[in-house]
């Protein structure tokens, strides 16, 4: 209790100028939980579902793996359905990559949104900290300059601890923030490249297996034509 009340009079040691640091902190943090809950929540859900649909890739099932991941509203089931929908229907790789990219770049803003707001809140809160200690030390020197003399030397040291706490208030908000945004964004970065993996495993079964198929279809023609 003792340290929790030491903390608080030391922030409100900073004066005004820590109310909106605090603003700034609050937002910044509210994004963070937002994003990390997002990312949890489709982390979970993608391997749920590629769990649910590997097999049937495996096995050439793609008919039941399009109409689970038709049902299916994770990212990674809109990925691979836009593969397997052009299964059968185009024979180029190419196709199937390019149908597959479009709508892959159509999901990435997804997990990386409002993630760089975090390195703008902190820089921010760092610059409002040193906006406040400015604004402090400036006061604290025109009421030196009105003091008796004996008071001037106490007064200029508290003038100066006090505006000091401002600034130690913006790192202490700013350095957090800049730690959970390389967290959040190489989680952002570990999904993404999950479902690039994801996309270029899918392609390469669709394609083994309609080449599989054309070989199949190739030598009973030829066995028919033989007999």
């Known amino acids: 209790m003792e340290h929790l009340l030491g903390a608080i009079k030391f922030i409100a040691a900073g004066g005004v100028w ?26 979970r859900a993608n391997r749920r579902t590629w769990d649910q649909i590997q097999p049937l890739l ?6 039941k793996a399009r109409e689970a991941t038709r049902k299916d509203k994770s990212a990674i089931a809109t990925l691979l359905n836009a593969g397997l929908e052009n299964e059968g229907v185009v024979r180029r790789r190419n196709d199937i990559e390019l149908a597959m990219e479009e709508v892959l770049q159509s999901i990435v803003p997804q ?5 760089s707001y975090l390195s703008l809140f902190a820089n921010l809160a760092t610059l409002l900290g040193l906006f406040g200690t400015i604004v402090g030390l400036i006061g604290a020197f025109a009421a030196v300059a009105t003091a008796a003399p004996s008071e001037k030397s ?3 040291s508290l003038s100066i601890s006090e505006a000091m706490s401002c600034t130690a208030t913006g790192l202490l908000t700013a ?12 989680k952002a970065s570990r999904i993404v ?35």
């Not at 997990?111 to 993630?115: A, G, H, W």
């Not at 350095?175 to 190489?186: E, H, K």
């Open 111 to 115: 997990f990386e949104k409002r993630i």
């Open 193 to 227: 490249a999950g479902l690039e993996i994801a996309t270029l495993k899918t392609i390469n079964m669709i394609v083994r297996a309609g080449a599989t198929a054309r070989i199949s279809h190739l030598h009973d023609y030829a066995e028919k034509k033989a007999s």
């Open 58 to 63: 495996h096995e050439g099932q793609f008919d």
């Open 18 to 43: 820590v109310i909106p640091i605090i603003v700034v902190g609050i937002i910044g943090m509210g994004v963070v939980a937002e994003r990390y809950f997002v990312l949890i929540r489709a982390t």
């Open 154 to 156: 106490a007064l200029l």
């Open 175 to 186: 350095m957090p923030m800049l730690t959970f945004s390389m967290l959040l964004n190489t």
